[in-house]
């Protein structure tokens, strides 16, 4: 088992950052590829970043590419999801995730319970 906990959300006005984090614990945390996903109020849970076990592969959704970057420090087992350049668009429940896929198919093993990011315009 997996445990995934978020933390770093907030209230932030348009154009601003935050940084979200996720702290994983279980077994073999290191192994896994961690994801960051979202869901917006009335809409469907989407896909925002992913980044491989080691660190060395990263993708993003075509929204938020050049805006946010994805890393983990596998000695502190965490996961950090860097958002700028914020949009009232980007509100949603983040999720982080961890998967044996790299590219979550068909879906991650593991889900946080989610962290609110509210962008103001």
């Known amino acids: 088992q997996v445990q995934l906990v978020e933390s770093g959300g907030g209230l932030v006005q348009a154009g601003g950052s935050l940084r979200l984090s996720c702290a994983a614990s279980g077994r073999t945390v290191s192994s896994y590829a961690m994801g960051w996903f979202r869901q917006a109020p009335g809409k469907e849970r989407e896909f925002v970043a992913a980044?491989?076990?080691?660190?060395?592969?990263?993708y993003y959704a075509d929204s938020v590419k050049g805006r946010f970057t994805i890393s983990r420090d596998n000695a502190k087992n965490t996961v950090y999801l860097q958002m700028n350049s914020l949009k009232p668009e980007d509100t949603a429940v983040y999720y982080c995730?961890?998967?044996?896929?790299?590219?979550?198919?068909?879906?991650?093993?593991?889900w946080g319970q989610g962290t609110q990011v509210t962008v103001s315009s």
């Open positions: 980044i491989s076990w080691s660190g060395g592969s990263t």
């Open positions: 995730a961890a998967g044996t896929s790299y590219y979550f198919e068909p879906g991650p093993d593991y």
